[in-house]
């Protein structure tokens, strides 16, 4: 219905972007501060995390069944834990920058600047990463078109609409899960033709391949953080063992008989 609802609506969407965008809707509509969510088994059996005594699940719709039904996931903020165990989402560092910017070309291609900072990178990786893989959706777009506002528009004018929103959406999604705002580079005008997607069948082609190409760019910036972290504990611990190795030698040294 508005500029306003799409983003804060992208705002939700980027910490949930391991979910599908009709799931999506549903945890933003109900909990739009969830950050972290999952069934009740997951948080026990993988994350050693309980469900809080009352807290009030989100449904989704389960139709992988002869009929829909309900199930619940909660949020982080909904669980606790007795082992102490914290419950920490990955999240950059300025000196993570230069090899996720590297790694995210090598994946999606060359954005064609160099010394990007991460916003400019990010940018340039969507606007790839669209233009590979907007087809599908645009194809199932065109059939669905005559029940919206794009119905007035060309095949090559909702393709253009299309793609450029796309473009602003799927960055904008990825900037707020990195910690950068959005508007260091959109204005706001960028994102006025979503409200020619005022139907359910348009938005819902619009929505799943914000959501699909989203995945796809987080993920692997989040296997990169996830190297890059790793990396550093296997220093820490060459490191340590280092340390402890001269202390042994130190040890049996002859100053100290």
Aim: proline fraction near 3%; include cysteine.
């Amino acid at each position: 219905q508005s500029v306003g609802n799409w983003t804060r609506f992208l705002d939700s969407a980027a910490w949930l972007y391991k979910y599908p965008f009709h799931e999506q809707v549903l945890i933003h509509a109900q909990r739009p501060d969830a950050t972290a969510c999952a069934p009740i088994e997951l948080w026990n059996d993988t994350f050693k995390r309980w469900v809080n005594k009352g807290a009030k699940g989100i449904a989704l719709i389960d139709d992988n069944g002869q009929k829909p039904m309900l199930r619940y996931v909660f949020d982080v903020s909904d669980t606790n834990t007795r082992y102490n165990i914290p419950f920490r989402l990955w999240q950059t560092k300025p000196e993570y920058e230069a090899q996720i910017i590297e790694e995210l070309q090598n994946h999606f291609g060359d954005t064609g600047v160099e010394d990007a900072d991460l916003a400019t990178a990010v940018l340039g990786i969507s606007i790839n990463a669209v233009s590979d893989n907007y087809r599908d959706y645009y194809e199932e777009l065109l059939k669905v078109a005559d029940n919206s506002a794009l119905t007035e528009m060309s095949d090559d004018e909702i393709s253009s609409t299309f793609m450029l929103q796309l473009m602003t959406s799927v960055s904008h999604t990825v900037l707020v899960r990195l910690g950068i705002d959005p508007a260091a580079i959109f204005h706001g005008n960028e994102y006025d033709s979503v409200t020619l997607f005022d139907s359910p069948d348009a938005i819902a082609q619009l929505g799943a391949a914000t959501s699909d190409i989203s995945e796809m760019v987080l993920r692997q910036i989040e296997r990169s953080v996830r190297s890059i972290e790793r990396q550093e504990r296997d220093t820490l611990a060459k490191s340590s063992q280092v340390l402890q190795n001269e202390d042994r030698k130190s040890e049996r040294s002859a100053e100290h008989g």
